[in-house]
Nanobody
Framework: QVQLVESGGGSVQAGGSLRLSCTSS????????MAWFRQAPGKEREGVAA???????RYANSVEGRFTISKDRAKNTVLLQMNSLKPEDTAVYYC??????????????????WGQGTQVTVSS
């Protein structure tokens, strides 16, 4: 059973920062492609960032240069550092894991494992 536990969401003013964490087992963090998705009310779930088992990171155009995804192997955690937050970043953020690495990272339907989600709210 793959468990992904997110934390770190909250409310912040525009321009502020938040850091999200996704914790799982050592094996999952090491072997899987780990990604963050988000879903705003009335919108489809969209890919935010992903990091492969080899450390290669990818980002959505909307967050490039503001968000950073990384792995803290000592804590079996994937981090999403979010800086210069904008109101349009408001959403529920989900951690996801995919062992295959075969698909484009932003295809949410290809991820087998999901966390419960954490709310991020950015006010103007």
């Amino acid at each position: 059973q793959v468990q992904l536990v997110e934390s770190g969401g909250g409310s912040v003013q525009a321009g502020g920062s938040l850091r999200l964490s996704c914790t799982s087992s050592e094996s999952i963090i090491r072997r899987f492609r780990m990604a963050w998705f988000r879903q705003a009310p009335g919108k489809e779930r969209e890919g935010v960032a992903a990091i492969d088992s080899d450390g290669k990171a990818r980002y959505a155009n909307s967050v490039e240069g503001r968000f950073t995804i990384s792995k803290d192997r000592a804590k079996n955690t994937v981090l999403l550092q979010m800086n210069s937050l904008k109101p349009e970043d408001t959403a529920v953020y989900y951690c996801a894991a995919d062992v295959s690495h075969l698909w484009s990272w932003y295809r949410s339907e290809k991820y087998d494992h999901w966390g419960q989600g954490t709310q991020v709210t950015v006010s103007s």
